[in-house]
Protein backbone atom coordinates (compact mmCIF):
# COMPACT_ATOMS: atom_id res chain seq x y z
CA UNK A 1 0.00 0.00 0.00
CA UNK A 2 0.81 4.15 -0.74
CA UNK A 3 2.66 5.38 2.95
CA UNK A 4 2.89 8.45 4.32
CA UNK A 5 4.96 9.40 7.42
CA UNK A 6 2.47 10.10 10.33
CA UNK A 7 3.53 14.06 10.64
CA UNK A 8 5.78 14.36 13.94
CA UNK A 9 5.46 10.61 15.18
CA UNK A 10 8.09 9.50 12.54
CA UNK A 11 5.93 6.69 11.72
CA UNK A 12 5.41 4.99 8.53
CA UNK A 13 1.69 4.44 7.88
CA UNK A 14 -0.41 2.93 5.12
CA UNK A 15 -2.24 6.24 3.65
CA UNK A 16 -5.53 3.71 4.35
CA UNK A 17 -5.92 3.19 7.73
CA UNK A 18 -9.06 1.75 9.37
CA UNK A 19 -11.30 3.69 11.99
CA UNK A 20 -12.98 1.58 15.00
CA UNK A 21 -15.44 3.81 16.23
CA UNK A 22 -18.46 1.10 14.66
CA UNK A 23 -16.39 -1.37 16.42
CA UNK A 24 -17.66 -0.52 20.19
CA UNK A 25 -20.86 1.58 19.76
CA UNK A 26 -23.49 3.88 17.85
CA UNK A 27 -23.51 2.22 14.19
CA UNK A 28 -25.87 -0.74 15.00
CA UNK A 29 -24.66 -3.76 17.03
CA UNK A 30 -21.18 -5.38 15.58
CA UNK A 31 -20.31 -8.87 17.61
CA UNK A 32 -17.14 -9.26 18.40
CA UNK A 33 -15.95 -12.19 16.14
CA UNK A 34 -17.34 -9.70 12.97
CA UNK A 35 -15.15 -7.12 14.67
CA UNK A 36 -12.18 -9.32 14.58
CA UNK A 37 -12.82 -10.14 10.97
CA UNK A 38 -13.09 -6.68 9.74
CA UNK A 39 -9.49 -5.98 11.89
CA UNK A 40 -8.27 -8.94 10.16
CA UNK A 41 -9.33 -7.91 6.51
CA UNK A 42 -8.24 -4.52 6.97
CA UNK A 43 -4.63 -5.69 8.27
CA UNK A 44 -4.32 -8.35 5.47
CA UNK A 45 -5.04 -5.79 2.78
CA UNK A 46 -1.99 -3.23 3.82
CA UNK A 47 -3.72 -1.08 6.37
CA UNK A 48 -1.07 -0.56 9.06
CA UNK A 49 -3.04 2.48 10.81
CA UNK A 50 -6.17 1.83 13.19
CA UNK A 51 -8.08 4.32 15.22
CA UNK A 52 -10.11 4.27 17.60
CA UNK A 53 -11.31 6.15 21.70
CA UNK A 54 -11.80 5.28 24.75
CA UNK A 55 -15.35 6.36 24.59
CA UNK A 56 -16.03 4.16 22.02
CA UNK A 57 -18.50 1.10 23.30
CA UNK A 58 -17.17 2.80 26.32
CA UNK A 59 -13.49 1.15 26.32
CA UNK A 60 -14.95 -1.98 24.22
CA UNK A 61 -13.46 -0.68 20.58
CA UNK A 62 -10.50 -0.37 22.12
CA UNK A 63 -10.35 -4.19 23.80
CA UNK A 64 -11.16 -5.65 20.92
CA UNK A 65 -8.35 -3.72 19.09
CA UNK A 66 -5.95 -4.57 22.22
CA UNK A 67 -6.98 -8.26 21.48
CA UNK A 68 -6.13 -8.58 18.20
CA UNK A 69 -3.02 -6.40 17.51
CA UNK A 70 -1.16 -8.82 20.11
CA UNK A 71 -0.33 -11.28 17.24
CA UNK A 72 -0.16 -8.56 14.83
CA UNK A 73 3.38 -6.49 15.27
CA UNK A 74 4.15 -3.75 13.56
CA UNK A 75 0.73 -1.76 13.86
CA UNK A 76 -0.05 1.66 14.93
CA UNK A 77 -3.04 2.25 17.15
CA UNK A 78 -4.11 5.51 17.99
CA UNK A 79 -6.33 6.30 20.59
CA UNK A 80 -8.35 9.21 21.85
CA UNK A 81 -9.46 10.65 25.45
CA UNK A 82 -11.59 13.33 27.08
CA UNK A 83 -15.43 12.36 25.69
CA UNK A 84 -16.21 10.15 28.64
CA UNK A 85 -16.76 13.27 31.26
CA UNK A 86 -18.54 15.89 31.12
CA UNK A 87 -16.94 18.72 28.36
CA UNK A 88 -15.28 21.49 30.73
CA UNK A 89 -11.78 22.80 30.36
CA UNK A 90 -10.99 22.23 34.25
CA UNK A 91 -11.53 18.43 33.29
CA UNK A 92 -8.26 18.66 31.02
CA UNK A 93 -5.79 17.99 34.03
CA UNK A 94 -2.43 16.21 34.32
CA UNK A 95 -4.31 13.92 36.48
CA UNK A 96 -7.18 13.09 34.70
CA UNK A 97 -4.63 12.38 31.48
CA UNK A 98 -3.09 10.11 33.53
CA UNK A 99 -5.66 7.80 34.35
CA UNK A 100 -7.53 8.06 31.37
CA UNK A 101 -4.16 6.78 29.41
CA UNK A 102 -3.81 4.01 32.12
CA UNK A 103 -7.18 2.91 31.28
CA UNK A 104 -6.44 3.03 28.03
CA UNK A 105 -3.45 1.31 28.06
CA UNK A 106 -5.00 -1.69 30.03
CA UNK A 107 -7.46 -2.05 27.00
CA UNK A 108 -4.79 -1.71 24.59
CA UNK A 109 -2.01 -4.03 26.58
CA UNK A 110 0.58 -1.98 26.08
CA UNK A 111 2.79 0.02 28.09
CA UNK A 112 3.21 3.29 25.88
CA UNK A 113 0.15 4.31 23.55
CA UNK A 114 1.38 5.17 20.03
CA UNK A 115 -0.41 8.26 19.50
CA UNK A 116 -3.25 9.93 22.08
CA UNK A 117 -5.32 12.46 20.52
CA UNK A 118 -7.39 15.12 22.39
CA UNK A 119 -11.14 14.30 20.97
CA UNK A 120 -12.85 17.20 20.20
CA UNK A 121 -12.69 19.11 23.30
CA UNK A 122 -14.11 22.47 24.53
CA UNK A 123 -12.11 25.14 21.90
CA UNK A 124 -10.39 26.75 24.76
CA UNK A 125 -8.39 23.65 25.43
CA UNK A 126 -6.92 23.57 22.09
CA UNK A 127 -4.98 26.85 23.28
CA UNK A 128 -3.93 26.21 26.90
CA UNK A 129 -0.18 25.86 28.11
CA UNK A 130 -1.43 23.53 30.78
CA UNK A 131 -2.77 20.98 28.44
CA UNK A 132 0.37 20.59 26.47
CA UNK A 133 2.67 20.70 29.22
CA UNK A 134 0.48 17.79 30.54
CA UNK A 135 0.57 16.21 27.76
CA UNK A 136 4.38 16.39 27.22
CA UNK A 137 4.57 14.97 30.60
CA UNK A 138 2.97 12.43 29.44
CA UNK A 139 5.40 11.62 26.89
CA UNK A 140 8.10 11.99 29.45
CA UNK A 141 6.61 9.41 31.23
CA UNK A 142 6.59 7.04 28.54
CA UNK A 143 2.87 6.46 29.09
CA UNK A 144 2.08 7.66 25.59
CA UNK A 145 5.05 8.02 22.29
CA UNK A 146 3.29 11.38 21.17
CA UNK A 147 0.33 13.15 21.18
CA UNK A 148 -2.24 14.92 18.52
CA UNK A 149 -5.64 16.44 18.44
CA UNK A 150 -9.10 15.78 16.99
CA UNK A 151 -11.04 18.55 16.18
CA UNK A 152 -14.21 20.15 15.12
CA UNK A 153 -13.29 23.10 13.36
CA UNK A 154 -10.75 24.41 11.02
CA UNK A 155 -9.36 27.03 13.56
CA UNK A 156 -9.00 24.65 16.23
CA UNK A 157 -6.74 22.56 14.02
CA UNK A 158 -4.93 25.55 13.08
CA UNK A 159 -4.41 26.57 16.56
CA UNK A 160 -2.93 23.23 17.45
CA UNK A 161 -0.78 22.68 14.72
CA UNK A 162 1.15 25.91 15.75
CA UNK A 163 2.09 23.74 18.99
CA UNK A 164 5.94 22.38 18.45
CA UNK A 165 4.73 18.99 19.92
CA UNK A 166 1.76 18.44 17.98
CA UNK A 167 2.70 15.52 15.94
CA UNK A 168 -1.22 14.93 14.54
CA UNK A 169 -4.14 16.45 13.93
CA UNK A 170 -7.55 14.81 12.81
CA UNK A 171 -10.11 16.27 10.83
CA UNK A 172 -13.25 15.87 8.92
CA UNK A 173 -12.12 15.43 5.42
CA UNK A 174 -14.25 14.29 2.41
CA UNK A 175 -15.71 15.64 -0.87
CA UNK A 176 -18.65 17.13 1.13
CA UNK A 177 -16.20 18.46 3.34
CA UNK A 178 -13.65 20.83 1.04
CA UNK A 179 -12.45 23.52 3.59
CA UNK A 180 -9.63 22.15 5.46
CA UNK A 181 -7.63 22.44 1.73
CA UNK A 182 -7.58 26.09 1.97
CA UNK A 183 -5.48 26.63 5.08
CA UNK A 184 -5.03 23.36 7.59
CA UNK A 185 -3.87 21.38 5.05
CA UNK A 186 -0.99 23.66 3.92
CA UNK A 187 -0.38 24.95 7.55
CA UNK A 188 0.02 21.18 8.67
CA UNK A 189 2.33 20.38 5.64
CA UNK A 190 4.54 23.28 6.58
CA UNK A 191 4.60 22.37 10.21
CA UNK A 192 5.61 18.55 9.69
CA UNK A 193 2.34 17.75 11.57
CA UNK A 194 0.52 14.72 9.97
CA UNK A 195 -3.61 14.76 8.99
CA UNK A 196 -5.68 11.96 9.72
CA UNK A 197 -8.84 12.37 7.45
CA UNK A 198 -11.75 10.89 9.56
CA UNK A 199 -15.12 10.46 8.11
CA UNK A 200 -13.96 10.13 4.80
CA UNK A 201 -17.45 8.83 3.47
CA UNK A 202 -19.73 10.77 4.95
CA UNK A 203 -21.42 8.50 7.65
CA UNK A 204 -21.54 6.29 4.52
CA UNK A 205 -23.42 8.95 2.09
CA UNK A 206 -20.45 8.80 -0.40
CA UNK A 207 -20.35 4.81 -0.55
CA UNK A 208 -23.01 5.83 -3.08
CA UNK A 209 -24.91 2.75 -1.17
CA UNK A 210 -28.42 4.82 0.49
CA UNK A 211 -31.30 6.05 -1.40
CA UNK A 212 -33.97 8.11 0.18
CA UNK A 213 -35.75 4.58 1.47
CA UNK A 214 -32.94 3.79 3.66
CA UNK A 215 -33.40 3.33 7.29
CA UNK A 216 -30.63 3.25 9.93
CA UNK A 217 -30.94 1.02 13.22
CA UNK A 218 -32.40 3.13 16.88
CA UNK A 219 -28.86 2.86 18.32
CA UNK A 220 -27.08 4.25 14.89
CA UNK A 221 -25.99 7.67 15.26
CA UNK A 222 -27.35 8.33 11.36
CA UNK A 223 -30.39 8.49 13.34
CA UNK A 224 -30.45 9.58 16.30
CA UNK A 225 -28.03 12.49 16.01
CA UNK A 226 -29.14 13.58 12.40
CA UNK A 227 -29.73 17.21 14.20
CA UNK A 228 -26.56 16.78 16.88
CA UNK A 229 -28.82 15.57 19.22
CA UNK A 230 -26.04 13.03 21.13
CA UNK A 231 -23.02 15.36 19.63
CA UNK A 232 -22.02 17.66 17.50
CA UNK A 233 -23.70 17.28 13.94
CA UNK A 234 -21.21 17.57 11.94
CA UNK A 235 -19.72 14.13 12.83
CA UNK A 236 -23.12 12.50 11.25
CA UNK A 237 -23.01 12.72 7.54
CA UNK A 238 -20.61 15.69 8.20
CA UNK A 239 -23.55 17.81 8.72
CA UNK A 240 -25.32 17.88 5.56
CA UNK A 241 -28.80 16.97 5.30
CA UNK A 242 -29.37 13.42 3.86
CA UNK A 243 -31.40 14.39 1.25
CA UNK A 244 -28.89 16.91 0.05
CA UNK A 245 -26.16 14.72 0.41
CA UNK A 246 -27.95 12.05 -1.60
CA UNK A 247 -28.53 14.68 -4.44
CA UNK A 248 -24.85 15.52 -4.39
CA UNK A 249 -23.71 11.81 -4.77
CA UNK A 250 -25.56 11.45 -7.89
CA UNK A 251 -23.75 13.68 -9.15
CA UNK A 252 -20.22 12.60 -8.19
CA UNK A 253 -21.37 9.15 -9.86
CA UNK A 254 -19.94 9.99 -13.19
CA UNK A 255 -16.89 10.96 -12.15
CA UNK A 256 -16.28 7.30 -10.24
CA UNK A 257 -13.10 5.90 -12.67
CA UNK A 258 -14.43 2.10 -14.39
CA UNK A 259 -13.57 -0.66 -12.35
CA UNK A 260 -13.64 1.79 -8.89
CA UNK A 261 -16.48 1.64 -6.55
CA UNK A 262 -18.26 5.29 -5.51
CA UNK A 263 -16.54 4.64 -1.89
CA UNK A 264 -13.41 3.81 -3.20
CA UNK A 265 -13.74 7.34 -5.68
CA UNK A 266 -14.10 8.97 -2.34
CA UNK A 267 -11.34 7.42 -0.36
CA UNK A 268 -9.07 8.23 -3.63
CA UNK A 269 -9.95 11.78 -3.59
CA UNK A 270 -8.88 12.01 0.05
CA UNK A 271 -5.83 10.00 -0.92
CA UNK A 272 -4.40 12.63 -3.40
CA UNK A 273 -4.70 15.93 -1.18
CA UNK A 274 -1.47 16.68 -0.41
CA UNK A 275 -0.81 16.72 3.59
CA UNK A 276 -2.86 13.73 4.11
CA UNK A 277 -1.15 11.31 5.88
CA UNK A 278 -3.78 8.51 6.55
CA UNK A 279 -7.72 8.12 5.95
CA UNK A 280 -9.93 6.02 8.42
CA UNK A 281 -12.76 4.97 6.88
CA UNK A 282 -14.42 2.17 9.15
CA UNK A 283 -15.90 -0.94 8.26
CA UNK A 284 -18.63 -3.64 9.29
CA UNK A 285 -17.76 -6.63 7.54
CA UNK A 286 -14.37 -7.92 5.81
CA UNK A 287 -15.61 -7.18 2.02
CA UNK A 288 -16.28 -3.72 3.28
CA UNK A 289 -12.62 -3.62 4.90
CA UNK A 290 -10.90 -4.97 1.57
CA UNK A 291 -12.88 -3.02 -0.48
CA UNK A 292 -11.51 0.50 1.46
CA UNK A 293 -7.74 -0.69 1.29
CA UNK A 294 -8.42 -0.93 -2.30
CA UNK A 295 -8.98 2.75 -2.80
CA UNK A 296 -4.83 3.14 -2.37
CA UNK A 297 -4.34 1.20 -5.22
CA UNK A 298 -6.72 3.10 -7.94
CA UNK A 299 -4.49 5.45 -9.81
CA UNK A 300 -4.46 9.34 -8.82
CA UNK A 301 -7.90 11.11 -9.95
CA UNK A 302 -7.76 13.10 -13.21
CA UNK A 303 -8.07 16.89 -12.98
CA UNK A 304 -11.37 16.35 -14.29
CA UNK A 305 -12.52 14.52 -11.34
CA UNK A 306 -11.09 16.99 -8.91
CA UNK A 307 -12.85 19.62 -10.33
CA UNK A 308 -16.56 18.01 -10.63
CA UNK A 309 -15.53 17.40 -7.27
CA UNK A 310 -15.28 20.88 -6.26
CA UNK A 311 -18.09 21.95 -8.58
CA UNK A 312 -20.67 19.75 -6.86
CA UNK A 313 -19.27 21.16 -3.27
CA UNK A 314 -19.66 24.62 -4.33
CA UNK A 315 -23.08 24.37 -5.81
CA UNK A 316 -24.72 22.27 -2.97
CA UNK A 317 -23.03 21.68 0.13
CA UNK A 318 -20.73 24.91 0.65
CA UNK A 319 -23.90 26.97 1.37
CA UNK A 320 -24.74 24.76 3.70
CA UNK A 321 -21.26 23.63 5.64
CA UNK A 322 -18.36 26.17 4.72
CA UNK A 323 -19.01 28.49 7.18
CA UNK A 324 -19.64 26.01 10.56
CA UNK A 325 -16.85 23.90 10.64
Not at 202 to 223: P, Q
Amino acid sequence: METAILGRTGRIVGKVGLGAWQLGADWGEVAEDDAAEVLGAAVDSGVTFIDTADVYGDGRSEQIVGRFVQDRPGLTVATKMGRRVPQEVSAYTLDNFRRWTDRSRENLQTNTLDLVQLHCPPTPVYASDAVYDALDTLVAEKRIAAYGVSVETCDEALTAIARPNVATVQIILNALRLKPLERVLPAAQAAGVGIIARVPLASGLLSGRYDEHTTFAANDHRNFNRHGGAFDVGETFSGVPFEVGLEAVGRLRSLVPAGATMAQFALRWIVDQPGVSVVIPGARSSEQAHGNAAAADLAPLSAEAQQGVAEVYDELIRPLVHNRW
